[in-house]
């Protein structure tokens, strides 16, 4: 198995952890609609912090077996930077966090395309990994466009990506894990 492959391959428990991640803030993002937007950057930022540990841990894990990870590690970074700014400043506005947002998801997605169209000619369930990397790209595209959706709104649209998204990356990882035991 080429190198990447064999690093996503064999790391589809960490897509998968990340699919219930993100189901679970989803979840959690559904439970509390009306809770203020300090609660709302909260969940973001810790949700971006594990999405970003998780798969920076994967890239960089890769690297002591030869693998290349720069991807996944790339994204972790991206993601690990947009939960600590968050944090750091969790009284900023809604409108903020929307840059912040799309931003995170802009970055990710492209990220997520990239990586699919390496992996396409090595293994299958790629399909996964590019409709995420879509989905992330609309997501960003729909809040730079629509920034005052409302902080109700806010929560019901990120809560709806989340699902999908955490849809999305537990059948990569199930189709992985199918991936990986055929090696």
Do not use: C, K
């Amino acid at each position: 198995m080429p190198d990447f492959a064999s690093l996503i391959a064999g790391r589809w428990w960490a897509v998968l952890l990340r699919g219930i991640v993100t189901i679970f803030f989803g979840v959690v993002a559904f439970a509390w609609p009306g809770e203020t937007a300090a609660t709302l950057v909260l969940l973001f930022g810790y949700y971006a912090l594990a999405d970003g540990f998780v798969s920076l841990i994967s890239g960089i894990g890769g690297r002591r077996h030869g693998e290349d990870g720069w991807l996944l590690a790339l994204e972790g970074m991206i993601g690990i930077w947009a939960g600590v700014v968050t944090l750091r400043a969790p009284e900023i506005t809604a409108v903020t966090l929307v840059f912040f947002i799309s931003i995170w998801a802009m970055a990710t997605g492209f990220l997520r395309i990239a990586a699919a169209r390496r992996l396409r000619q090595e293994i299958s369930g790629e399909l996964w990994l590019v409709l995420s990397g879509v989905l992330s790209v609309l997501f960003a595209v729909m809040l730079m466009l629509r920034p005052d959706v409302g902080p109700i709104g806010l929560v019901w649209v990120i809560a709806g990506y989340a699902l999908v998204l955490g849809f999305f990356e537990i059948m990569l990882g199930v189709e992985l894990r199918g991936v990986n035991t055929a090696w």
